[in-house]
């Protein structure tokens, strides 16, 4: 049974708790072997140990835009790469950077429903936060546009998360892609697109391109994160922002590089060669088969099991199965009753900044078994629940 409590996690998953909550990969997913049986000895200049490139040493972005140009299809070149502390890290230095010049208290629009904790970091950089709905086609720039015009709303920076959104999955679609870039454009903000699950689409759907490589500006309006935390390993704490070079500039010269150096320099050159070996690509492409097998499982039992339970989107790839409840159920009480008497966790939808009867269901945690029996103890939860509604 797949579980989690040692010393060194952020989340203990307690042994016997089915849990499709976490968003994290599971521990059969994780690749010590793969770090294990890297070579670790091919940097031998001690200066590798000294206060990093601020951009990240060329050798090694020149790797990562080798490997994002072959998995998206873009052309990425690699001084338009800076190596970061994954995406909650680049959200921060980004966030920070922008709120410091601005010349009033900065307004970030962000999609709802989204990633939780993102915003938090936003805030956390003294953005003021405004939502906007996300549909089928992702967030809706009709809206933003509305907004901008007949309210004066003024962002200074609009939080997408393009690819495999999380909560729902969705993807933006081309138009809104090019339209939102022609807003930033038109009305002076920035686009911050989170792109944790872009590489992550299943075997038979294509790879996104990242929104930066449709920036068609001189100077940028666009920053897109990467992370290796979904395709490879959280705990590396590595990912790269990709912007035109005049953006990427402008954070190089962040206060907290200029200080500090360039950003876990250690891991990127252990990384390096595992990138430039391929054994990246191959690990990239066994995880994107074994996600679509469990996200097939999870989606096969949820139809089969929990009818009433409406899958609002089919996901492409990523980690994520977004549901809504019938009847304006509370997905909060429900997974109280599910985590306490079925030993069965999810998250209510009001943990993705939307309302509480919707909720998301992660596949990438459990192996399939695990999926079946998680997806069992979940419609008894929730025949309970809902039996208990009609009786009061
Ligand atoms: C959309 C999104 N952004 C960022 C993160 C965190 O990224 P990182 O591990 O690179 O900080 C997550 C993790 O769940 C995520 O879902």
């Known amino acids: 049974m797949t579980y989690q409590n040692s010393e060194y996690v952020q989340m203990p998953v307690t042994k016997g708790i089915y849990d499709l909550n976490v968003g994290q990969p599971s521990p059969q997913m994780l690749p010590l072997d793969l770090l294990y049986s890297t070579d670790r000895n091919h940097i031998t200049d001690p200066t590798f140990l000294q206060y990093a490139n601020q951009q990240g040493y060329l050798t090694f972005r020149k790797e990562l835009a080798k490997f994002l140009s072959s998995e998206t299809g873009d052309q990425i070149a690699a001084n338009e ?23 009033t208290r900065p307004l970030a629009l962000v999609e709802t429903p989204t990633y939780q904790w993102a915003v938090n970091v936003l805030e956390g950089c003294g953005f003021d936060i405004m939502p906007i709905p996300v549909d089928k086609e992702g967030i809706d720039v009709v809206e933003v546009e509305r907004l901008i015009i007949e309210e004066q709303v003024k962002p200074a920076l609009v939080f997408v998360i393009p690819s495999h959104q999380n909560p729902t999955s969705v993807n933006l679609s081309a138009p809104r892609r090019q339209k939102l870039i022609q807003l930033a454009v038109t009305h002076d903000f920035y686009i911050l697109a989170d792109e944790a699950y872009q590489l992550l689409s299943f075997p038979e759907n294509k790879v996104h391109s990242a929104l930066a490589s449709e920036d068609y ?19 590396i704490r590595l990912g790269w922002l990709q912007a035109k070079p005049d953006l990427i500039e402008w954070m190089v010269n962040h206060p907290v590089l200029v200080s500090g150096g360039g950003v876990n320099q250690v891991m990127a050159g252990w990384i390096e060669p595992i990138l430039s070996n391929g054994s990246m690509q191959k690990w990239l492409s066994d995880l994107r088969k074994e996600l679509f097998q469990r996200y097939e499982c999870l989606y096969k039992a949820v139809q089969q099991k929990l009818p009433l339970l409406e899958i609002v989107t089919t996901p492409q790839g990523g980690y994520f199965i977004w549901c809504k409840l019938p009847n304006q159920m509370d997905s909060s009480a429900l997974a109280a009753l599910a985590l306490e008497k079925y030993k069965v966790s999810f998250r209510p ?44």
């Open 349 to 392: 939808g009001t943990k993705c900044n939307t309302s509480p009867d919707y909720l998301r269901l992660c596949f990438a945690y459990h192996t399939t078994d695990e999926i079946e029996k998680a997806v069992d103890l979940l419609a008894l939860a929730y025949n309970e629940f809902a039996d208990n509604l009609i009786l009061k």
């Open 81 to 103: 790469l800076l190596v970061t502390p994954g995406n909650s890290g680049a959200i921060n230095l980004i966030g920070t950077r922008i709120a410091a010049s601005s010349p």
């Open 217 to 235: 500006t001189e100077k940028g309006v666009v920053f897109t994160i990467g992370t290796f935390s979904k395709i490879f390993a959280p705990a």
